[in-house]
């Protein structure tokens, strides 16, 4: 079955960039997209069709994908922005897949 | 305003069934795929199922596949899952969320669902 592999954690200081990986065969062949879950609530689409932001999104959000890995960069990072952050793409158009997920903390 | 409201949650002993529903207002329920996602205590997110517009296209992860049934009422902008043959690892809260371009916009708070005897 098709697999994205992210980091687990990675730490930002306020106003730093931070950059979350998402690993996955091809998955630059596929539209990956990204999801927001801060605790206890429902996760949220930051980023989809790799690089487009949803209306709401604050444009501090942004994303690629190519070859095997797609990229989500916060800049300008802000203490609101500590969550977990999952990708995710489709396996052959019929089953969603979903990252490993990474715990951004910001310090 | 657009939302899913999720419903049908509870404790269940192993081996028993639970039907969920999930309620949608404020947009054209007919006109979108939709999917159920789950997320264990702790975890991370797993897609489970998706129903096309129609109901010809169904799909399910491997997990589920042959214990979970998915179905929708576009008459009643309603769409349900139902859990038999259920186990310790299907304990997860259960949203549902509709899928546009490819990815999942507008999720429900999510259905606790907990399989223990």
């Known amino acids: 079955s098709y697999e994205l592999t992210q980091p687990p954690s990675v730490s930002v200081s306020p106003g730093q960039t931070v950059s979350i990986t998402c690993s996955g065969d091809?998955?630059?062949?596929?539209?990956a997209c990204w999801y927001q879950q801060k605790p206890g609530q429902s996760p949220v689409v930051v980023i989809y069709q790799d690089t487009k932001r949803p209306s709401g999104i604050p444009e501090r959000f942004s994303g690629s994908n190519s070859g095997n890995t797609a990229t989500l960069t916060i800049s300008g990072t802000q203490a609101m922005d500590e969550a977990d952050y999952y990708c995710q793409a489709w396996d052959t158009n019929t089953a969603g897949v979903f990252g490993t997920g990474t715990s951004v903390t910001v310090l | 305003e657009v939302q899913l409201v999720e419903s049908g949650g509870g404790l269940v002993k192993p081996g028993g069934s639970l039907r969920l529903s999930c309620a949608a207002s404020g947009f054209t329920f007919g006109s979108y795929t939709m999917n159920w996602v789950r997320q264990a205590p702790g975890k991370g997110l797993e897609w489970v199922s998706s129903?096309?517009?129609?109901?010809?296209?169904?799909y399910y992860a491997d997990s589920v596949k042959g214990r979970f049934t998915v179905s929708r009422d576009n008459a009643k902008n309603s769409l349900f899952l139902q859990m038999n043959s259920l186990r310790a690892e299907d304990t997860a809260v259960y949203y549902c969320?509709?899928?546009?371009?490819?990815?999942?916009?507008?999720w429900g708070q999510g259905t606790m669902v907990t399989v223990s005897s």
């Open positions: 129903i096309s517009r129609s109901s010809s296209y169904i």
């Open positions: 969320a509709s899928q546009w371009l490819a990815s999942f916009d507008v």
């Open positions: 091809k998955l630059g062949d596929k539209y």
